[in-house]
């Protein structure tokens, strides 16, 4: 049996192709998963629990099928997906994660998040991101009327799509210093993340002690999926389309 864990696959209801894929993997994978684990930005916005668009319906329905035949799912969320809530929670039967949270997989603990915290030289995301996650702003902004939050959401991501082109692939990365703090402090000496979009398996000494890093790939163009049993991990990439495996490192635990 496996553990696996995506993120970044960015749904909406203009991505046809990843949907289908997501759904594949869902009813092909997951189901078969001792977990699943979503580290965020599993859509490309999540405007609130509210949203019972067909769309949005489709997804929750694929949850509420992998945790109805016992497969149990954990949910942290991103940069994207910040919005979703208990109502999800409780609509889906996924399990929601703080910021960072220590997992025990198969013997050996790991922090996993979602990673957009660990890009620390990246000070105008972080600002922003502490704004929007303010509850009271958000206790406003879920009781809006969907067609006063459309135009809202919108607007974020068109700006955020241009700051974005104007930064540089330093400042989008994680800053190694703080993924070593986070180890530190949760005495892990293993971290599972997302959001860079730069899947890899990475090896680094702390203290004379080795540690692992894994980024999780997007779903833009294939599939990212890493599978962890008790002996290995797997970080796989498959093509959207046919579910061909594209390429795979492997690592013994």
């Not at 203009?14 to 009813?27: C, D, L």
């Not at 319906?57 to 997906?81: H, M, W, Y």
């Not at 104007?166 to 293993?190: A, G």
Request: glycine share 4%; hydrophobic share 40%.
């Amino acid at each position: 049996m496996t553990t696996l864990f995506i993120s970044d696959l960015h749904l909406s209801p203009n991505t046809p192709e990843i949907n289908a894929s997501f759904k594949r993997f869902m009813r092909n994978e997951a189901i078969h998963a001792d977990a699943l684990y979503v580290l965020g930005d599993l859509f490309d916005f999540w405007i609130g629990d509210d949203d019972n668009c067909e769309f949005a319906q489709q997804i929750r329905a694929e949850f509420k099928r992998l945790t109805d035949s016992g497969v149990p799912c954990f949910f942290t969320k991103g940069n994207r997906d910040f919005l979703v809530g208990k109502r999800f929670a409780k609509q889906t039967g996924v399990t929601l994660l703080g910021d960072e949270t220590v997992i025990n997989l198969y013997g050996r603990k790991a922090v996993i998040l979602h990673g957009d915290t660990l890009c620390t030289e990246d000070v105008q995301y972080l600002a922003f991101r502490a704004k929007v996650n303010q509850p009271w702003l958000q206790w406003i902004f879920n009781r809006l009327p969907m067609a006063v939050k459309t135009p809202i959401v919108r607007k974020v991501q068109s700006g955020a799509r241009d700051t974005k082109k104007s930064k540089s692939l330093t400042i989008m990365d994680v800053t190694q210093s703080e993924v070593e703090r986070v180890m530190l402090d949760h005495q892990v000496d293993l971290m599972i993340h997302g959001h860079t979009h730069r899947p890899n398996i990475h090896k680094f000494t702390i203290e004379n002690k080795e540690m692992t890093r894994i980024v999780l790939g997007d779903w833009y163009e294939q599939s990212s999926i890493l599978c962890i049993d008790a002996n290995k991990f797997s970080l796989q990439a498959f093509s959207l389309d046919t579910e061909q495996r594209l390429f795979e490192l492997v690592q013994e635990k």
